[in-house]
């Protein structure tokens, strides 16, 4: 047990606790409209799933996403050092497993290896289709994405916004991956997690690895008992699997163990990994096979749901799909809270990407913040004069108002009511009003404003149908069709260039 | 008592009375407890029971001059803060109006994601002078608040109103930082409503609004200000517009109204936009009488007493009079 190598587990926490602090500064600071947006983007799209799936679904490196390669690079080099030192979500496990208990986390079979961890190599397989089909979900499991969407969607709707379905299961799955880890240590690292199982393949390069002296080693076991990634490093190390820990220097009565380069000896094999040729070509065709349904079931031009508005300055359907990763950024930062995870408007494709909720608040006119913190730039940041309609047309707009004549007060019920044009922010006012004599019911004549809707004006901010007074559903609802980003979508001939 | 633990010869023996008491007092105790609560519980109107407006407070009454005849003076072409000054002073100063100690509320209509060049609210530098004298009249503190339509952070910020009032010594205050107070307005249409708390603690409140074209009430001035005080379904309120306008001129009787026609809004208000919608005719009226100030407002959009329905509301109210020629004074 030399001192050195026990500095060396210190430091390792010692790195955890500084990303899981950094990372909540992060989410704070997003939610409380702190941190500058680029900051923000940089270390979300620390994952490397952020960066592998945009390149595969879009065929480019977008924003910070860079960052992604770099832990990639720094895996051939070293192992997991991600999941072991850095990602917050591994942390959170790590924590919960401490808190559960020794009994527990150190029972003497639960950190052996089992063929079943290989499932996330299928995962891996069956997102990585996808994303080369051209739909990006790896953020659905990619451990920054998922804690940061269930953060957004689960934790900052207990002081702003409201909690959204979407939202809501969000958090329930950090929660279900979380419990799990009280039963076995960081079971979703070593099973489900796509980006472990990406990491894990490129481990494999790695020269700086755990390293064991067949000479001293007395096959005591005590090693596996601490061991966080179940890689065994006793027997044939299954470096795919070893999140760098380094619990089992110290343990380790022989000084047997090491990491490091590799030494005199004959470096062991690195074992194959368990999913097997058919398992792969089962996953592999399987999600080729469903990708289809994924696709006619979500958005694209021709299926798009009405009420699937998109925030302001995302790319047109297929791109955005090709570079959300579902991180909930937006959602975070969003200061009306207006912008939510998804869970069914745009399919099962859509499933967790952000759509406005304007009964929830509206698109503030002079805010870009969603396009400034979107780490993969599936939200375009914008110039914030674009989307605000002063003057004229908006250049950017999300979707267009349309009023409900038999709900609405002046139309419906002779009822004076003006509020959607006086909320109307741009410049003339898409909502505008005719002023009408009406006879009531007594007969005796009314004068009500009716309210009209201009769409060119009209920039889907959705301010109306937030203050409408009609409750629950509003007599002007916003409606996806007019946005800017999709040529298809649209209802009004618009001029020739 | 079987006593299996003990393994005792004690199936012929009586219990003991600490052994009984052991088996049956938890029984008791539990049966006790949970007859007082339901006795406790039994038939109460229930934790969610409709609010009672009674025991609600009306906001308090701000005006220093009650006894007579309101005061007008206007003041322009020197500028938002010259013309703050300038006006006060012609009403005899602000120590006229707050004293040494006392809470000044100023509220603004800061009500949009707009700039001060958008004349969509009121101007800072109205709302930063009017801090100035407070303070130097001694007030021991300064707030300005408003419940915003956008966002407040951003539409206090865009304002310039945020950056000017804190600069001068005030702090700030929106329906997200602000909490609320729930107060009985009274009159044909309001009842209770929730209010801004720094508006239900103040001891002087100053009334700031600017002079906007409003579709509803034609024009958005004083009395329509005070929809910013209010915190709930505010879109309910503009069914009977004059009215609540009115209404509210009489549940909130501020010290001072101070109409801010820096700039002013003619058409496309009270959100604005384009600056060509703006025109600058850089005039502060400062009135004791909130019908005159409206009233006034109302003359630099041609508008008559006809026209603005709210002000022969507020008359028959008792809140003043629209004639505010017969109420200037000399600035």
């Known amino acids: 047990m030399s001192p050195v190598k026990i500095r060396a587990r210190h430091v390792r926490i010692a790195s955890q606790g500084l990303f899981l602090v950094v990372f909540a500064l992060l989410f704070v600071g997003l939610a409380v409209s702190l941190v500058p947006g680029a900051l923000a983007s940089a270390l979300l799209a620390l994952d490397p799933t952020a960066a ?10 977008s924003g910070w996403t860079w960052a992604g390669l770099a832990v990639l690079a720094v895996t051939a080099l070293l192992g997991r050092v991600f999941c072991g030192w850095i990602c917050p979500l591994g942390t959170l496990q790590h924590l919960t497993s401490w808190i559960a208990g020794p009994e527990r986390r150190k029972r003497p079979k639960i950190n052996r290896y089992r063929p079943w961890f290989a499932t996330k190599y299928v995962f891996l397989a069956v997102l990585l289709t996808w994303a080369v089909l051209g739909a990006d979900h790896l953020g659905w499991l990619g451990p920054i994405p998922l804690l940061h969407r269930a953060a957004a969607g689960g934790l900052r709707p207990l002081w702003h916004g409201g909690l959204a379905p979407g939202g809501w299961l969000s958090f329930s799955l950090l929660l279900a991956v979380l419990l799990a880890s009280a039963w076995m240590p960081r079971f979703f690292c070593r099973a489900l997690c796509p980006l472990g199982a990406l990491l894990g393949v490129t481990a494999r390069l790695a020269p700086f690895r755990i390293r064991r002296g067949e000479a001293e080693c007395s096959g005591c076991t005590l090693c596996v008992i601490p061991c966080q990634g179940a890689d065994e490093p006793l027997g044939a190390h299954r470096v795919s699997e070893c999140h760098v820990c380094l619990n089992c220097l110290p343990v380790c009565r022989e000084a ?19 999913v097997g040729r058919r398992r792969f070509f089962l996953g592999v065709v399987g999600a080729a096979a469903i990708a289809p349904v994924l696709r006619a079931a979500g958005g694209g031009g021709g299926s798009r749901a009405h009420d699937a508005i998109r925030p302001p300055g995302a790319l047109d359907e297929e791109a955005f799909l090709a570079r959300c990763v579902t991180c909930g950024a937006c959602v975070a930062s969003c200061p009306t809270g207006v912008i939510i995870s998804d869970l069914g408007r745009t399919g099962v494709e859509g499933l967790f990407t952000p759509v406005l909720d304007t009964r929830r608040g509206w698109c503030e006119p002079s805010c870009i913040r969603c396009g400034q913190v979107c780490p993969t730039g599936a939200i375009a940041t914008l110039e914030p004069a674009a989307k605000q309609a002063i003057g004229g047309p908006a250049k950017v707009t999300v979707g267009t108002a349309f009023l409900d004549r038999g709900r609405c007060l002046p139309w419906a019920m002779d009822t004076p009511c ?15 009003l005719e002023d009408t004599e009406v006879v009531g019911r007594n007969g005796a004549p009314v004068v009500v404003q009716k309210p009209h809707v201009q769409p060119e004006m009209c920039t889907g901010c959705g301010l109306c149908e937030n203050r409408c007074p009609v409750g629950e559903r509003a007599a002007i609802r916003v409606s996806s069709v007019g946005e800017s980003r999709d040529p298809r979508n649209q209802m009004l001939q618009r001029r020739a260039h | ?38 006795t406790l519980l039994h038939g109460r109107a229930g934790r969610h029971r409709p609010p009672s407006a009674a025991i609600a407070p009306p906001p308090r009454d701000w005006r220093i001059e009650t006894d007579r005849p309101g005061r007008v003076a206007v003041a322009g072409a020197s500028g938002p803060r010259l013309n703050v000054r300038r006006a006060v002073a012609a009403l005899g100063g602000m120590g006229a109006f707050v004293r040494a100690g006392e809470r000044v509320l100023i509220k603004p209509n800061c009500a949009w994601d707009r700039t001060p060049e958008q004349a969509a609210n009121t101007d800072p530098e109205v709302v930063a002078e009017l801090v100035r004298l407070c303070l130097a009249a001694g007030a021991a503190s300064v707030v300005v608040a408003d419940n915003t339509c956008h966002d407040p952070d951003r539409t206090f910020a865009r304002s310039g109103i945020a950056a000017a009032a804190r600069a001068a010594g005030a702090s700030v205050a929106h329906q997200r930082t602000a909490g609320t107070v729930r107060m009985a307005l009274g009159g044909t249409r309001l009842g209770p409503w929730q209010v801004l708390r720094p508006v ?15 579709s509803l009430t034609r024009a958005t001035l004083g009395m329509k200000n005070w929809f910013g005080v209010v915190v709930g379904n505010r879109s309910s309120l503009h069914q009977r517009a004059p009215q609540v306008c009115a209404e509210l001129g009489a549940a909130f009787r501020p010290t001072l109204t101070v109409v801010d026609a820096t700039r002013v809004l003619a058409r496309g208000g009270p959100t604005g936009g384009s600056l060509d919608l703006v025109s600058s005719p850089d005039l502060v009226a400062i009135a004791t009488d909130p019908v005159a100030a409206d009233a006034w407002g109302g003359s630099l959009l041609e508008l008559d007493r006809h026209q603005l329905q709210h002000l022969a509301i507020a008359e028959r109210l008792g809140l003043g009079t629209a004639d505010w020629r017969s109420l200037l004074v000399q600035v």
């Open chain 1, 256 to 274: 047997s163990l090491r990491y490091g380069l590799p030494g005199a000896q004959q470096a062991p094999a690195t074992p194959a990994l368990d």
């Open chain 1, 52 to 61: 592998v799936g945009t390149a595969l679904a879009d065929w480019t490196i």
């Open chain 2, 200 to 214: 239900a603690e103040a001891d002087r409140v100053i009334n700031v609004p600017v002079v906007k074209q409003h």
């Open chain 2, 1 to 38: 008592m079987s006593g299996d633990s003990h393994d005792r010869k004690a199936k012929d023996r009586l219990a003991s009375r600490r052994e009984l008491l052991g088996v049956f007092g938890p029984a008791a105790l539990a049966m006790v407890g949970l007859g007082g609560v339901g």
């Open chain 1, 418 to 432: 003006i509020v959607c044009e006086e909320m109307c922010p741009t410049s003339p006012k898409a909502v505008w």
